[in-house]
Each structure stands twice: as structure tokens, then as C-alpha cells.
């Protein structure tokens, strides 16, 4: 079973830049379907980009043309690359790793890395 866990989060101002890095262990990454997800507080946890095993990207609407998720499978990592960013961008962000082995679905989350934007 692979491990997750986050890292880059932090204050930026509104306009700035992060770039999120998820590190994984146990198990080789680019066997899973890989997702950004954030919550901000009392809020659900929604899907922000992923990327599938093959490469195939998505990104929610509020976050397109600004944030870039990616993987490099000889690192065993993914990441996330949010530039001009807004105060609606605060939240917790989470990494999940999918993948699904005949009937088995295996599903991990990281602990997330907290990502504030400020005016």
C-alpha cells in the first residue's frame, strides 16, 4: 500500500505562487490515479486536478489556466503547481493516490499541507 505525504504549502499573497509536491512510498506511484483535493473549513473536500496512469489531466473550472498537476514516476512523486493565486484558493490540500486491481480499489490519502492566500 503506498504513503503519502505533502509538502509546499504555506501564506503567499494573492497573485503568488506554490508549488505542492506529493512524495510517495510502498508502492510505485505511477501505478495509481492521482488526485488534488482542498477543503477549506466547513466545507467538502472537492477534487481541484488529477492525472491518470496514463497521463490523462483534468482540472476543476476554478483552478484552470492556473494550476498545473504532474507526476514524475522516476521520483515517485506528484505535484501541483498553483500560480496566481486567490484568496478562494485557501484551503487544505490533500493527495490522494487510486488504483484499482480487479475488484480491490486501493486509496490513500496524505495528511494534506495547509495553503493560505492572502489580499
Known amino acids: 500500500q503506498v504513503q503519502l505525504v505533502e509538502s509546499g504549502g504555506g501564506l503567499v499573497q494573492a497573485g503568488g505562487s506554490l508549488r505542492l509536491s506529493c512524495a510517495a512510498s510502498g508502492s510505485t506511484l505511477s501505478m495509481y490515479f492521482i488526485g488534488w483535493f482542498r477543503q477549506a473549513p466547513g466545507k467538502q473536500r472537492d477534487l481541484v486536478a488529477s492525472i491518470s496512469s496514463a497521463g490523462t489531466i483534468t482540472y476543476a473550472d476554478s483552478v484552470k489556466g492556473r494550476f498545473t498537476i504532474s507526476r514524475d514516476n522516476a521520483k515517485n512523486t506528484a505535484s501541483l503547481q498553483m500560480n496566481s493565486l486567490k484568496p478562494e484558493d485557501t484551503a487544505v490540500y490533500f493527495c490522494?493516490?487510486?488504483?484499482?486491481?480487479?475488484?480491490?480499489?486501493?486509496?490513500?490519502w496524505g495528511q494534506g499541507t495547509q495553503v493560505t492566500v492572502f489580499l
Open positions: 490522494h493516490a487510486h488504483r484499482l486491481l480487479g475488484t480491490t480499489s486501493y486509496d490513500q
